[in-house]
């Protein structure tokens, strides 16, 4: 059995290897970067090197995890004269937002109705998906990534789900999660 050590000098290739071998994630090179920070940190503050186990922890804790401010409740879809419209229901603590965009693809729809609802200007810069097989051999799940612009800074998404608009969806949010716990009031 192959032995690969994570610790805070391990580079990007040796976790996207474990994540991909003990949970099926085939990260994009520019995800493979954003996260081996994370676990980087991790074997820096714990002085330790990072088991397999936790390096998937820590994946799904920090992309998958992130429900705040954000959390996508519900969508609708629908296509009229080769544009998508999107009605998005989301949770921003108790409260309930309801978003509507339309763009020329569902992707770009929501990133319209959450740019008019937050006040920042989101550009999606990477997009990356790949189905997830279930380990009971029972469908996949669809994993997307993504990298998106907030007013100028980069920060990366995950999303899964059995349906691929809403793993999609749930990506973008992952993103917009990740800049609003940096920085306080992206809700505004």
Do not use: M
């Not at 006040?119 to 990534?145: I, W």
């Amino acid at each position: 059995q192959e032995v690969i050590r994570i610790n805070s000098q391990s580079g990007k290739g040796g976790v996207a290897y474990v994540l991909e071998q003990q949970a099926g994630f085939q990260l994009p090179r520019w995800l493979q970067i954003d996260f081996s920070g994370v676990v980087q940190k991790y074997a820096e503050v714990t002085e330790t090197e990072v088991e397999a186990g936790r390096i998937v922890s820590l994946f799904e804790e920090h992309y998958l995890g992130q429900r705040a401010p954000f959390e996508l409740v519900g969508y609708q879809l629908t296509r009229e004269h080769d544009e998508d419209r999107l009605k998005a229901t989301l949770r921003d603590g108790a409260t309930t937002i309801a978003l509507h965009g339309k763009a020329s693809g569902v992707v770009g729809a929501f990133v319209a109705a959450l740019e008019q609802h937050t006040g920042k200007h989101l550009v999606l810069v990477e997009y990356s998906e790949h189905t997830l097989s279930s380990s009971a051999g029972a469908g996949a799940d669809a994993v997307t990534y993504v990298q998106i612009n907030v007013d100028g800074n980069r920060y990366c998404g995950v999303g899964r789900s059995s349906d691929i608009v809403e793993a999609s969806l749930r990506a973008i949010l992952s993103a917009v999660n990740q800049q609003a716990s940096l920085a306080p009031g992206i809700a505004a």
